[in-house]
Structure formats: structure tokens, C-alpha cells
């Protein structure tokens, strides 16, 4: 898919100097290969009181996948769901900052978040089909948002979703069984292709592979490498290995705040805070 | 005695405790259930379910009563169902959380527990003298729809609630409104649950006698309800008139008569839970 805002996202490439402060100390500048999907400006985020990320300013590129790992409770998935504002469901739940796609800030007045969720795809950590059959679970979103004009137009997304989340041989003939007897690798492939069935330009993906068996989490894997050159993919994980195996980024979190952020390759190898290095080697976390 | 004796002593004593007190309740039932056929099984025939009442109990039937209960629990399901879906939906999706959803709520749950001759008050009342709707089958099932609203709305909020939350997630991360986020997914699987509450609720309606007596629904009906705001009867009404009458042979209508109810009562369980069957599958 190509970038329709190239132009912008240049600009706010080159405006992200604050980033500097945060995590390229001593290495080179972490987004100079790939122009920035999502700009995320001192963002904070609060539940009623606490306060759960802190100041995070970090510029996501476009077309790779950025991983977000750090210890339990740290704020890298309440981070992830300030990407697609699925925290707004939360009573309580406040955001101060600011988060752009493309340039358009998506906390902005006159954001529509129905809209916004349909561009900024999600997968979960526990996989949640509904309780329909597969091709119902794929199609819901095609459904609701109007976009397929015929039967035949449906089915045809429907397979090519199923495709690109590499289900479809497994499903192709039991399209109209229920999703709920997939094995759980199936049904969380299935809920990656539910969520690519509506176009969408970023991809969130929130441990998804946590709940999953070692040739199931490699699949996925597989898929998340596959999925980057259509896709712009945040992925959390609590797997080092994961995440230095699928991820051209990581940013590493503790206590709601970003500690460093930089090339994977140079996380995992050269990291130039302590607290990083202590938690990729498995001294904490 | 060691502690694991006494352990093992206790998990017995419980389950024949609990062993008793199940059987308690089904003796006394079928104790009930056995004198009531006995009495009333040789009256139940196609004349006694056709025939409006008499004064000679050999003539008498239930035609009167079984039509009126059927009109006031249908209309009652009617206006009880969507109104406190409506109501249940709103205070667990929409509603926000704080000081008056807490005081609504705790009135809802007080309301389940107000005695039905309150209700039958509040239908004399309200219905049948500042609405001026008479001593009508509409004031009856608006009567009865007060009457399990509470209940209606409880159970259906329950449902509501047990919906998991990561199913929400998953559709509005797809974006889906919270709309369709309801009607498409949250419903459907709340369907069967809620639909147990409605059975419960119109379970209770359809016994009640002491709100409709209130709102002056007739103890002698000669004829079937032709329309809402006819005069009527209801199968408890006609059960507890004949109950009170000295002759023996009223007695055996008595008995048919709650026979009739609860037969009519098992159609009504048994299509709930064949629709929530079809539901769930």
C-alpha cells in the first residue's frame, strides 16, 4: 500500500528533534531510513489518578515493525491502545499530548474515532473471535463499514483476507463452521485477518502470540514479517526473542515512561541505557 | 480424631445436608402436584377448557380465564419486554457510571422486592382512574408490566454484563459503532440469557392474583375478553373463587383449573428454552 501523505509525513519527519533527548544518544538518528506513520508528541495518559505513561515521545515509520516491550504494568499496551483511542471505552481514562497519523492529529477536535479505528487495525492478546462462523467473523467489518457493494465483491475480500493471514487453505471449506472450534493459533490468524479485511494502514498487535504454542507463535511471526511491507506494525511483546527476531524498532518502557528507543540491532547489542540492558538480558522483568 | 477424619466427616454431613434439602422441596412438590391430579385430572376435558363458568360445577370450565390470561400475559410480555430491554441496555451501555445510576439501580433492585398488591395500587390508581382505562385487559397487563419491569430489567442488565468484554474490543476495533457494537454482537449473545429472565419474570405474572383483584379484574366472567379493554378474568382469579366455594364439586375445578395453568405454564418454559437453544447454537 503506498503512502498517500508521503509529502507530510516528510515534513513531520524532520520536526521530531525532541526524540533526540529520549533515545538516540550516541546513535544515529533512529528514523532517518523511513518516513514517520505515527508521531507521538509527549504523550501522557492517565486512569482516574494514576497515571500510566508519562511524557512518551517517540516517531513510529511507516512500512516496519516497531516493538514495545518492557516489564509487566509498564504502559506498553496502554500505549498501543492510545494508538487506535480504544482506551476512550475506559471510564475515567484521560490523555494529554498528542498522537498523529499521517499528520492528522487523531486526539484532534472533529476526530472521527469510528473512522480512525478502521485505519489503526487491532489484534489482541486473547484471541476474540465472535461466536459466528469464519466468514462472518471476516466480513463483519467489511459489513459495517459499507465496504463491499456486492456478494460477490464480499466473498472475494473475505478470501484474500484469509489469504494474507495465511488461514485460507486451513479454512477455504469450512468457511460457514463456526470460529470458535479453530484451534487457538487458527483463531488468533483468523482475528489478523479480520482485522486486514478493512484496509487497514496501521496494524496493532497487542502480545499476540502470548496464548500460543512455540509453531504457532512462528507462524505468526512469519505473518508479521510478511505483513510490514503492506502494513505499518506496533506489536508488544514480553519475548525478547520476538521481538528481536520480527522488529526493526524497539522501544523499551518502565514505569509508564519510554527508556530508550532505537534499531533493534542496536537495543539488543548496544543499548546505551543501563535499565534497557538490564531488562534484554533478563536481570529484571 | 485426626483433622483429615474430621474433614471427611463434615464433606459428608454437607452432602447429606444438602442431599435433605433438595429432597425437601421436591417431596413437598410432588406431594402437591399428586393432589392436585388426583382431584383434578377427571376434570380436565375439551368441555372444561371451552365452557365460561356456571353455577352448576359440573358445567363450568375455564374458557373465560384461560383466554384472559392469555390476552393479559401476552400483552404484559409486550410492554414489559422492550422497555425494560430498552432500560437494560441503556443503564449497562450507555448510563454513566456515578451517583444516579447508583441510586437507580438500587431503586430498581427494591422495586423486584415491592409487594404486587402495591402494584395493583398503583394500577387502581394510576391506570385505572387517572388514565381512565377501566377495569380493563390493558390495565391488567400494564398493571403486571409494572409488576416485572424490576425484574425484567435486572435479569436483562445481568446479561448484559456477562457479555465478555473482549468481544466489544474486538468489534470496535474493527469500527463498529457502539451501536452496531450492540445490536450485532453484544445482543445476540446475551439473547438466551436474557430471555431466562423474561420466562422468570413472566412465570411470576402469570400467578399473580392480588394486584389484578386490586385493579377490580371480575371474579365471574361469563364471556372472553373481545378486544383491550374489555372486562376480564385470569386462570388464579377463577381458582381462587372456586377454591372458596363449599361444594366439593368446585373443589375438582379448583384442581383442574391449576392444572390448566401450569400446563400452559410448561408451553411457556419449554418455547424459552427451545428458543434459547436456537440462539446459543
Given at each position: 500500500m503506498t503512502n498517500p501523505n508521503e509529502g507530510t509525513t516528510v515534513t513531520s519527519k524532520t520536526a521530531i528533534p525532541s526524540l533526540a533527548d529520549v533515545a538516540q544518544q550516541g546513535t544515529e538518528r533512529g528514523s532517518a531510513d523511513a518516513p514517520t506513520k505515527v508521531d507521538v508528541t509527549e504523550l501522557s495518559f492517565f486512569y482516574g489518578q494514576k497515571?500510566?505513561?508519562?511524557q512518551v515521545t517517540i516517531a513510529i515509520p511507516v512500512n516496519q515493525v516497531t516493538a514495545l516491550i518492557g516489564p509487566s504494568g509498564c504502559g506498553k499496551s496502554t500505549f498501543l491502545r492510545t494508538l487506535n483511542r480504544m482506551?476512550?471505552?475506559?471510564?475515567g481514562a484521560r490523555v494529554e499530548g498528542k498522537v498523529s497519523i499521517d499528520g492528522d492529529d487523531?486526539?484532534?477536535?472533529?476526530?472521527d474515532v469510528v473512522e480512525l479505528r478502521r485505519r489503526v487495525g487491532m489484534v489482541f492478546q486473547k484471541s476474540n473471535?465472535?461466536?459466528?462462523s469464519i466468514y462472518d467473523n471476516v466480513a463483519y467489518g467489511l459489513r459495517i463499514n459499507g465496504m463491499a457493494e456486492s456478494h460477490s465483491e464480499l466473498d472475494d475480500r473475505v478470501e484474500s483476507s484469509l489469504k494474507a493471514a495465511a488461514l485460507w487453505e486451513e479454512v477455504s471449506d469450512r468457511l460457514?463452521?463456526?470460529?470458535?472450534?479453530?484451534?487457538g493459533g487458527q483463531q488468533q490468524r483468523l482475528c489478523i485477518a479480520r482485522a486486514l479485511a478493512v484496509q487497514p494502514e496501521v496494524l496493532l498487535m497487542?502480545?499476540?502470540?502470548?496464548?500460543?504454542d512455540p509453531i504457532a507463535t512462528q507462524r505468526i511471526e512469519e505473518l508479521v514479517y510478511q505483513l510490514k511491507s503492506e502494513y505499518t506494525i506496533v506489536i508488544v511483546t514480553h519475548n525478547m526473542q520476538q521481538a528481536a527476531r520480527v522488529s526493526d524498532r524497539t522501544a523499551v518502557f518502565w514505569l509508564g515512561k519510554l527508556v530508550e528507543y532505537g534499531r533493534t540491532s542496536q537495543i539488543f547489542t548496544a543499548p546505551t541505557e543501563k535499565l534497557t540492558e538490564d531488562y534484554v538480558t533478563g536481570r529484571f522483568g | 480424631m485426626t483433622r483429615r477424619l474430621r474433614n471427611q466427616l463434615l464433606d459428608h454431613l454437607l452432602h447429606g445436608a444438602g442431599l435433605g434439602a433438595t429432597l425437601l422441596g421436591l417431596v413437598v412438590l410432588g406431594a402437591l402436584l399428586f393432589d392436585i391430579f388426583s382431584d383434578g385430572l377427571g376434570r380436565i376435558s375439551w368441555e372444561f377448557l371451552t365452557s365460561f363458568p356456571s353455577r352448576r360445577a359440573e358445567n363450568a370450565g375455564v374458557y373465560a380465564a384461560l383466554a384472559g390470561t392469555v390476552w393479559v400475559i401476552s400483552l404484559t410480555a409486550l410492554f414489559a419486554v422492550p422497555i425494560g430491554i430498552g432500560a437494560a441496555i441503556y443503564l449497562e451501555e450507555y448510563g454513566k457510571r456515578g451517583g444516579w445510576s447508583r441510586v437507580i439501580e438500587i431503586n430498581i433492585a427494591n422495586l423486584a422486592g415491592v409487594p404486587s398488591v402495591i402494584y395493583g395500587l398503583l394500577g387502581l390508581g394510576l391506570l385505572v382512574r387517572t388514565l381512565a382505562l377501566g377495569r380493563s385487559v390493558i390495565a391488567g397487563a400494564a398493571t403486571l408490566a409494572l409488576l416485572v419491569l424490576p425484574v425484567v430489567i435486572l435479569s436483562s442488565r445481568e446479561a448484559l454484563r456477562a457479555v465478555s468484554p473482549s468481544l466489544r474490543e474486538a468489534s470496535y476495533a474493527l469500527g463498529a459503532t457502539k451501536w452496531q457494537t450492540i445490536w450485532y454482537q453484544v445482543l445476540p449473545v446475551a439473547l438466551p440469557g436474557m430471555l431466562t429472565g423474561m420466562i422468570l419474570a413472566l412465570s411470576r405474572a402469570i400467578g399473580e392474583t392480588a394486584p389484578l383483584i386490586t385493579i377490580g379484574a371480575l371474579t365471574y366472567v361469563p364471556f372472553a375478553p373481545d378486544g383491550l379493554w374489555s372486562p376480564f378474568t385470569v386462570l388464579p382469579i377463577q381458582v381462587f373463587n372456586w377454591v372458596s366455594r363449599p361444594q366439593e364439586a368446585f373443589l375438582e375445578n379448583a384442581a383442574a383449573g391449576i392444572i390448566v395453568l401450569l400446563a400452559l405454564l410448561l408451553v411457556m418454559n419449554g418455547t424459552a428454552a427451545w428458543l434459547r437453544d436456537r440462539f446459543q447454537q
Amino acid at each position: 500500500m503506498t503512502n498517500p501523505n508521503e509529502g507530510t509525513t516528510v515534513t513531520s519527519k524532520t520536526a521530531i528533534p525532541s526524540l533526540a533527548d529520549v533515545a538516540q544518544q550516541g546513535t544515529e538518528r533512529g528514523s532517518a531510513d523511513a518516513p514517520t506513520k505515527v508521531d507521538v508528541t509527549e504523550l501522557s495518559f492517565f486512569y482516574g489518578q494514576k497515571q500510566a505513561l508519562e511524557q512518551v515521545t517517540i516517531a513510529i515509520p511507516v512500512n516496519q515493525v516497531t516493538a514495545l516491550i518492557g516489564p509487566s504494568g509498564c504502559g506498553k499496551s496502554t500505549f498501543l491502545r492510545t494508538l487506535n483511542r480504544m482506551n476512550d471505552i475506559i471510564p475515567g481514562a484521560r490523555v494529554e499530548g498528542k498522537v498523529s497519523i499521517d499528520g492528522d492529529d487523531i486526539y484532534g477536535f472533529g476526530t472521527d474515532v469510528v473512522e480512525l479505528r478502521r485505519r489503526v487495525g487491532m489484534v489482541f492478546q486473547k484471541s476474540n473471535p465472535f461466536p459466528k462462523s469464519i466468514y462472518d467473523n471476516v466480513a463483519y467489518g467489511l459489513r459495517i463499514n459499507g465496504m463491499a457493494e456486492s456478494h460477490s465483491e464480499l466473498d472475494d475480500r473475505v478470501e484474500s483476507s484469509l489469504k494474507a493471514a495465511a488461514l485460507w487453505e486451513e479454512v477455504s471449506d469450512r468457511l460457514r463452521e463456526s470460529a470458535l472450534a479453530l484451534s487457538g493459533g487458527q483463531q488468533q490468524r483468523l482475528c489478523i485477518a479480520r482485522a486486514l479485511a478493512v484496509q487497514p494502514e496501521v496494524l496493532l498487535m497487542d502480545e499476540p502470540a502470548s496464548a500460543l504454542d512455540p509453531i504457532a507463535t512462528q507462524r505468526i511471526e512469519e505473518l508479521v514479517y510478511q505483513l510490514k511491507s503492506e502494513y505499518t506494525i506496533v506489536i508488544v511483546t514480553h519475548n525478547m526473542q520476538q521481538a528481536a527476531r520480527v522488529s526493526d524498532r524497539t522501544a523499551v518502557f518502565w514505569l509508564g515512561k519510554l527508556v530508550e528507543y532505537g534499531r533493534t540491532s542496536q537495543i539488543f547489542t548496544a543499548p546505551t541505557e543501563k535499565l534497557t540492558e538490564d531488562y534484554v538480558t533478563g536481570r529484571f522483568g | 480424631m485426626t483433622r483429615r477424619l474430621r474433614n471427611q466427616l463434615l464433606d459428608h454431613l454437607l452432602h447429606g445436608a444438602g442431599l435433605g434439602a433438595t429432597l425437601l422441596g421436591l417431596v413437598v412438590l410432588g406431594a402437591l402436584l399428586f393432589d392436585i391430579f388426583s382431584d383434578g385430572l377427571g376434570r380436565i376435558s375439551w368441555e372444561f377448557l371451552t365452557s365460561f363458568p356456571s353455577r352448576r360445577a359440573e358445567n363450568a370450565g375455564v374458557y373465560a380465564a384461560l383466554a384472559g390470561t392469555v390476552w393479559v400475559i401476552s400483552l404484559t410480555a409486550l410492554f414489559a419486554v422492550p422497555i425494560g430491554i430498552g432500560a437494560a441496555i441503556y443503564l449497562e451501555e450507555y448510563g454513566k457510571r456515578g451517583g444516579w445510576s447508583r441510586v437507580i439501580e438500587i431503586n430498581i433492585a427494591n422495586l423486584a422486592g415491592v409487594p404486587s398488591v402495591i402494584y395493583g395500587l398503583l394500577g387502581l390508581g394510576l391506570l385505572v382512574r387517572t388514565l381512565a382505562l377501566g377495569r380493563s385487559v390493558i390495565a391488567g397487563a400494564a398493571t403486571l408490566a409494572l409488576l416485572v419491569l424490576p425484574v425484567v430489567i435486572l435479569s436483562s442488565r445481568e446479561a448484559l454484563r456477562a457479555v465478555s468484554p473482549s468481544l466489544r474490543e474486538a468489534s470496535y476495533a474493527l469500527g463498529a459503532t457502539k451501536w452496531q457494537t450492540i445490536w450485532y454482537q453484544v445482543l445476540p449473545v446475551a439473547l438466551p440469557g436474557m430471555l431466562t429472565g423474561m420466562i422468570l419474570a413472566l412465570s411470576r405474572a402469570i400467578g399473580e392474583t392480588a394486584p389484578l383483584i386490586t385493579i377490580g379484574a371480575l371474579t365471574y366472567v361469563p364471556f372472553a375478553p373481545d378486544g383491550l379493554w374489555s372486562p376480564f378474568t385470569v386462570l388464579p382469579i377463577q381458582v381462587f373463587n372456586w377454591v372458596s366455594r363449599p361444594q366439593e364439586a368446585f373443589l375438582e375445578n379448583a384442581a383442574a383449573g391449576i392444572i390448566v395453568l401450569l400446563a400452559l405454564l410448561l408451553v411457556m418454559n419449554g418455547t424459552a428454552a427451545w428458543l434459547r437453544d436456537r440462539f446459543q447454537q
